[in-house]
């Protein structure tokens, strides 16, 4: 395989080391959401809101969109979700396993 792919999979994983951004992620899995939107149901200032998406636009994995005066953010590819979701069920798994 390309160890560019490997160096390209492993910055994309490393956005997923914060707990922030994968709430964001978690919250944008059914539609686009402003940026105040998620201030609210993150409880982050606007900048932090905004410093998180950012990166995770800087790598693809969110774009955005103007509409007036709010900007608002999507996933890329809905495979992200997917990979989100197998990732959290086999840490469930895991820790189920270990009780």
């Known amino acids: 395989m390309n160890k560019n792919l490997y160096k390209i999979h492993s910055e994309v994983c490393k956005i997923f080391?914060?707990?922030?951004?994968?709430?964001?992620?978690?919250?944008?899995?059914?539609?686009?959401?402003?940026?105040?939107?998620?201030m609210q149901?993150?409880?982050?200032?606007?900048?932090?809101?905004?410093?998180?998406?950012?990166?995770?636009?800087?790598?693809?994995?969110?774009?955005?969109?103007?509409?007036?005066?709010?900007?608002?953010y999507r996933l890329y590819n809905p495979k992200v979700v997917r990979a989100f979701d197998i990732m959290r069920q086999a840490l469930i798994e895991n820790l189920r396993g270990r009780l």
């Open 41 to 72: 149901k993150t409880g982050l200032s606007q900048a932090n809101v905004s410093q998180h998406l950012s990166i995770m636009r800087s790598k693809g994995i969110v774009v955005d969109e103007r509409r007036g005066k709010n900007v608002y």
């Open 17 to 38: 080391s914060n707990p922030t951004r994968l709430e964001i992620l978690d919250l944008l899995r059914g539609s686009g959401m402003s940026v105040s939107q998620l």
